[in-house]
């Protein structure tokens, strides 16, 4: 994705209060950021550890949802997890519940979207093998190029936000 700043960040929320964007927290490393190697935005709130957000580009705009999570604490032991984005398989919680709010009428009457995704919301770091799960197995998708895991993760990107907008 293209680099954005934190201006862009706070104004492309569609599903949280103006005043809420205002306040969430930012990464702080913005200029840094790998941008070539990332599909969406995605990190979790340093101040409030029970939130996450995620920017993308959906049908040309800038569009940033915000999540609350749900710890993977209790499943944490029993299973592995897999992520519903990138389907990279991780151990002791490295997979979360993440919650949108849907937008519009829905989300006013309190309705959300779940989705298990990768606690740190690294998607696009453990598609590109630049980042790696302990305990991901590989086995699955030994035969999808890095290509077709990229595209993969954005369809179902676009799915999520779709389920988000709709
Ligand atoms: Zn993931």
């Not at 996450?52 to 040309?60: K, R």
């Not at 919650?99 to 829905?106: H, K, V, Y």
């Not at 980042?131 to 999520?160: C, H």
Request: glycine share 10%; charged share 25%.
């Amino acid at each position: 994705m293209r680099p954005i700043t934190d201006h862009d960040i706070r104004t492309s929320f569609i599903n949280c209060s103006k005043g809420e964007a205002k306040r969430l927290g930012t990464p702080k490393d913005l200029a840094d950021l790998p941008w070539d190697d990332l599909d969406f935005l995605g990190w979790r709130d340093p101040g409030a550890p029970e939130r996450a957000y995620l920017v993308a580009d959906h049908g040309g705009a800038l569009t940033g949802v915000a999540l609350r999570v749900t710890s993977g604490a209790a499943r944490a032991f029993t299973s592995r997890s897999m992520c519903s984005l990138c389907l990279t398989t991780h151990t002791n919680g490295g997979v979360a519940l993440m919650t949108a709010r849907r937008t519009g009428e829905a989300g006013r009457q309190g309705n959300t979207v779940g989705q298990y995704v990768c606690a740190d919301l690294a998607c696009s770091l453990y598609t590109r093998g630049r980042k790696k799960a302990p305990g991901d197995g590989a086995l699955m998708d030994e035969s999808l190029t890095v290509e077709d895991k990229i595209a993969r993760v954005r369809v179902n990107l676009e799915a999520f936000l779709d389920k988000v907008t709709a």
